[in-house]
């Protein structure tokens, strides 16, 4: 026990690890006044801060081409249902690059069994790494679309977030500062690494709702929730009262600046008794714990971390207590687990130690863990290039495109290969519905399939209804007629003469087994004729496949280089073997065009960096008029230019040379473009129209 701390149990490894949180509960902890001008250091570092990680028009704009693109290939496949956006990029409080949160509402949905189907969905279109996640409180199907770089959730019927979205956004509209303070308090606890729900810290939600309660207590918003007329919804067998009074106003608005706000924040939640208080903004201010009915149950965070038993017990709950705005009964903090918590303390209080004893906004937000954010995209994102020569540039956009290039060869000969094997599985079910402009041999080979098909199809129907109709096979009726025929025609015995009524009944089965004779007869007939078409449709596949499997070279040399189609046979005997090769295609295609839009985006990248360098003025120029030649205002309105915004530029470029090169159409795939869209891919944005 002497290598730990008598006040607090910590050992010595905790005390350093949260030195701050140790200071406070040990009474040694200082918290300075800044200085003025130690204040007004801050202003623009917090402008620059909440400017760069906004969301600005270009990142907008993804979002909706992405939602109505979601809307027209997902949300119409279920009747009845509706897409909505939610979240903290929907109510403005989010840092840019934030997740696109969507909640898809079905009347009475098996919520897991339609996140499986919308799994499957998004990865036939190429969304990369599509997850399914049915443990959660809310079930989510997570996903990344290559083409906007935006990391999406989709929930179903997550009703309760809509109205939360709408309370935040009411929120952020009534006055700047929200957003404002919103935007670097959550920097600051993504760079410090307490805004990850999933590993036992608070959510960006929660941050967001902290936010608004500080700005509530410091006298700049007023409450929206508060009010006599009520609006109480049904959810779930539950009640939800949801009034939002977007008129409500205090009467002495706060005047105070950002930089107040911020310090008052980080030292108010740090100094606060989280013994006694609940955070509620629907009361418009703190709650006892008494009124609120939740205990600071044991054990405590720290108890859990002294503890020296290998399996600890749980954590109580109501520790940080956050009230839900909507859902009273939901604590906020019970994600967080025993270490999160202690995090989160001890952040707060080294935030507000920083800044009042001279340190700067950088330092508050020193990353903790780089690596956890390697992926963010970079504020500059020519920060690599400043340093090298233009030649330098030049010779990797040069090295980029060679790869898009060559690329580009492998994705034509990937997708002339998959067309192919779609060619076989469905000709081999006779459903080719067009063969314009494809070889003249080719073409008459698959009408002739499908001809045949046709014909095999009606001559099957009738001999099965002749087979259901006619019990006994041929060769017993033959026996059968013989021996009643014999019975009929052999000399009568005066002693054994049969009776009339069993005469009738012999000439009567003798006539019934001529007429099954006779269909019995004509279904061996179509029968042999089955299997004579089927023979010759074997024969027709055969040269089918020869045609489509006729590779050039270097097709063929690329389609060897493909992981995913190593050691995968085709077998001509069975439809099903084509099928699963055209998936192992549509896997490698995925993977191609992912590779294709980030080596898109590192050239457009590249090419932007030249034609600034080289000149400057008349690349803003050109940047204005693409964005519609409203001059400054437009400009200081979109923001920095980001990896973001080439790659929708990209998207948008119809004929820019230095972006992607013309690609050649041969006559063949023109043709399946006339058969019609045979794979799940996704086509142009926004542009979807209906066919005659």
């Given at each position: 026990?002497?290598?730990?701390?008598?006040?607090?149990?910590?050992?010595?490894?905790?005390?350093?690890?949260?030195?701050?949180?140790?200071s406070?509960?040990?009474?040694?902890?200082?918290?300075?006044?800044?200085?003025?001008?130690?204040?007004?250091?801050?202003?623009?570092?917090?402008?620059?801060?909440?400017?760069?990680?906004?969301?600005?028009?270009?990142?907008?704009?993804?979002?909706?081409?992405?939602?109505?693109?979601?809307?027209?290939?997902?949300?119409?496949?279920?009747?009845?249902?509706?897409?909505?956006?939610?979240?903290?990029?929907?109510?403005?409080?989010?840092?840019?690059?934030?997740?696109?949160?969507?909640?898809l509402?079905?009347?009475?949905?098996?919520?897991?069994?339609?996140?499986?189907?919308?799994?499957?969905?998004?990865?036939?279109?190429?969304?990369?790494?599509?997850?399914?996640?049915?443990?959660?409180?809310?079930?989510?199907?997570?996903?990344?679309?290559?083409?906007s770089?935006?990391?999406v959730?989709?929930?179903?019927?997550?009703?309760?977030?809509?109205?939360?979205?709408?309370?935040?956004?009411?929120?952020?509209?009534?006055?700047?500062?929200?957003?404002?303070?919103a935007?670097?308090?959550?920097?600051w606890?993504?760079?410090?690494?307490?805004?990850?729900?999933?590993?036992?810290?608070?959510?960006?939600?929660?941050?967001?709702?902290?936010?608004?309660?500080?700005?509530?207590?410091?006298?700049?918003i007023?409450?929206?929730?508060?009010?006599?007329?009520?609006?109480?919804?049904?959810?779930?067998?539950?009640?939800?009262?949801?009034?939002?009074?977007?008129e409500?106003?205090?009467?002495?608005?706060?005047?105070?600046?950002?930089?107040?706000?911020?310090?008052?924040?980080?030292?108010?939640?740090?100094?606060?008794?989280?013994?006694?208080?609940?955070?509620?903004?629907?009361?418009?201010?703190?709650?006892?714990?008494?009124?609120?009915?939740?205990?600071n149950?044991?054990?405590?965070?720290?108890?859990?971390?002294?503890?020296e038993?290998?399996?600890?017990?749980?954590?109580?709950?109501?520790?940080?207590?956050?009230?839900?705005?909507?859902?009273?009964?939901?604590?906020?903090?019970?994600?967080?687990?025993?270490?999160?918590?202690?995090?989160?303390?001890?952040?707060?209080?080294?935030?507000?130690?920083?800044?009042?004893?001279?340190?700067?906004?950088?330092?508050i937000?020193?990353?903790?863990?780089?690596?956890?954010?390697?992926?963010?995209?970079?504020?500059?994102?020519?920060?690599?290039?400043?340093?090298?020569s233009?030649?330098?540039?030049?010779?990797?956009?040069?090295?980029?495109?060679?790869?898009?290039?060559?690329?580009?060869?492998r994705?034509?000969?990937?997708?002339?290969?998959?067309?192919?094997?779609?060619?076989?599985?469905?000709a081999?079910?006779?459903?080719?519905?067009?063969?314009?402009?494809?070889?003249?041999?080719?073409?008459?080979?698959?009408?002739?399939?499908?001809?045949?098909?046709?014909?095999?199809?009606?001559?099957?129907?009738?001999?099965?209804?002749?087979?259901?109709?006619?019990?006994?096979?041929?060769?017993?009726?033959?026996?059968?007629?013989?021996?009643?025929y014999?019975?009929?025609?052999?000399?009568?015995?005066?002693?054994?003469?049969?009776?009339?009524?069993?005469?009738?009944?012999?000439?009567?089965?003798?006539?019934?087994?001529?007429?099954?004779?006779?269909?019995?007869?004509?279904?061996?007939?179509?029968?042999?004729?089955?299997?004579?078409?089927?023979?010759?449709?074997?024969?027709?596949?055969?040269k089918?496949?020869?045609?489509?499997?006729?590779h050039?070279?270097?097709?063929?040399k690329?389609?060897?280089?493909?992981?995913?189609?190593?050691?995968?046979?085709?077998?001509?005997?069975?439809?099903?073997?084509?099928?699963r090769?055209?998936?192992?295609?549509?896997?490698?295609?995925?993977?191609?065009?992912?590779?294709?839009?980030?080596?898109?985006?590192?050239?457009?990248?590249?090419?932007?960096?030249?034609?600034?360098?080289?000149?400057?003025?008349?690349?803003?120029?050109?940047?204005?008029?693409?964005?519609?030649?409203?001059?400054?205002?437009?400009?200081?309105?979109?923001?920095?230019?980001?990896?973001?915004?080439?790659?929708?530029?990209?998207?948008?470029?119809?004929?820019?040379?230095?972006?992607?090169?013309?690609?050649?159409?041969?006559?063949?795939?023109?043709?399946?473009?006339?058969?019609?869209?045979?794979?799940?891919?996704?086509?142009?944005?926004?542009?979807?129209?209906?066919?005659?």
């Amino acid at each position: 026990m002497s290598g730990k701390c008598e006040a607090t149990g910590m050992s010595q490894e905790n005390v350093s690890k949260y030195q701050y949180l140790h200071s406070h509960l040990t009474g040694t902890l200082e918290i300075s006044e800044p200085s003025p001008d130690v204040l007004a250091g801050f202003v623009k570092p917090l402008q620059n801060t909440i400017s760069s990680h906004s969301i600005h028009d270009s990142e907008i704009k993804r979002k909706d081409s992405l939602f109505n693109h979601l809307k027209k290939s997902v949300a119409s496949k279920f009747p009845g249902s509706k897409l909505s956006a939610f979240g903290s990029a929907e109510s403005g409080l989010s840092l840019k690059g934030g997740d696109f949160d969507l909640c898809l509402q079905i009347p009475d949905a098996n919520e897991k069994k339609i996140l499986k189907k919308i799994g499957g969905m998004l990865r036939g279109q190429g969304m990369e790494d599509v997850q399914i996640i049915t443990g959660a409180k809310v079930p989510i199907v997570k996903f990344i679309d290559p083409r906007s770089g935006l990391h999406v959730d989709i929930s179903i019927n997550n009703t309760l977030a809509l109205h939360n979205t709408r309370l935040l956004s009411s929120y952020a509209n009534a006055d700047s500062r929200v957003r404002e303070l919103a935007i670097c308090v959550k920097h600051w606890a993504l760079h410090r690494n307490v805004s990850d729900s999933v590993n036992g810290t608070l959510s960006s939600y929660a941050w967001s709702i902290l936010v608004i309660s500080h700005l509530q207590e410091q006298g700049v918003i007023a409450n929206l929730q508060s009010g006599d007329d009520r609006v109480v919804i049904e959810l779930d067998d539950s009640d939800f009262d949801i009034t939002i009074n977007e008129e409500n106003k205090i009467d002495a608005i706060s005047d105070a600046k950002i930089t107040h706000l911020l310090l008052s924040f980080f030292t108010n939640l740090a100094k606060r008794d989280w013994e006694n208080d609940v955070i509620s903004i629907r009361n418009g201010g703190s709650i006892s714990r008494k009124e609120k009915g939740w205990k600071n149950e044991n054990p405590s965070a720290l108890d859990i971390l002294n503890s020296e038993k290998e399996h600890p017990p749980r954590m109580g709950e109501h520790h940080l207590a956050i009230e839900d705005p909507f859902d009273l009964d939901h604590d906020l903090c019970r994600v967080v687990r025993p270490e999160g918590e202690l995090r989160i303390r001890d952040e707060l209080l080294r935030a507000a130690v920083l800044f009042g004893n001279g340190s700067t906004w950088k330092e508050i937000c020193e990353t903790v863990d780089s690596e956890r954010l390697k992926n963010l995209e970079p504020v500059d994102i020519f920060h690599d290039l400043r340093d090298k020569s233009t030649e330098s540039v030049q010779s990797m956009l040069e090295k980029t495109r060679g790869e898009m290039d060559a690329l580009d060869r492998r994705i034509d000969a990937l997708e002339s290969e998959r067309q192919s094997n779609l060619r076989m599985a469905r000709a081999m079910r006779g459903i080719i519905e067009e063969t314009s402009d494809l070889r003249k041999e080719h073409k008459s080979t698959i009408v002739r399939i499908k001809g045949r098909k046709s014909e095999i199809d009606e001559i099957k129907k009738k001999r099965d209804k002749i087979n259901s109709d006619v019990i006994l096979p041929i060769h017993m009726i033959e026996d059968e007629l013989s021996k009643v025929y014999k019975r009929l025609t052999e000399e009568l015995d005066i002693h054994r003469v049969p009776s009339l009524k069993k005469e009738k009944e012999q000439f009567s089965w003798f006539m019934e087994l001529q007429a099954m004779h006779g269909k019995a007869r004509e279904a061996s007939e179509l029968h042999q004729k089955f299997i004579e078409l089927v023979t010759l449709q074997k024969e027709e596949i055969k040269k089918l496949k020869i045609y489509e499997t006729k590779h050039d070279d270097a097709t063929s040399k690329l389609l060897e280089q493909e992981p995913l189609l190593k050691d995968k046979n085709i077998n001509s005997k069975e439809v099903g073997s084509y099928d699963r090769r055209v998936q192992n295609i549509q896997k490698a295609l995925r993977q191609r065009r992912g590779e294709m839009h980030k080596l898109r985006r590192e050239a457009g990248r590249l090419d932007a960096w030249l034609r600034k360098k080289s000149n400057p003025q008349q690349s803003n120029r050109n940047r204005s008029k693409r964005k519609g030649g409203r001059g400054k205002k437009q400009e200081k309105s979109s923001g920095p230019m980001t990896l973001g915004d080439i790659s929708g530029l990209l998207s948008g470029m119809t004929s820019e040379p230095s972006s992607k090169r013309t690609r050649k159409v041969s006559s063949k795939k023109a043709g399946m473009r006339k058969m019609g869209n045979l794979s799940a891919h996704r086509g142009s944005r926004g542009h979807l129209k209906k066919k005659d």
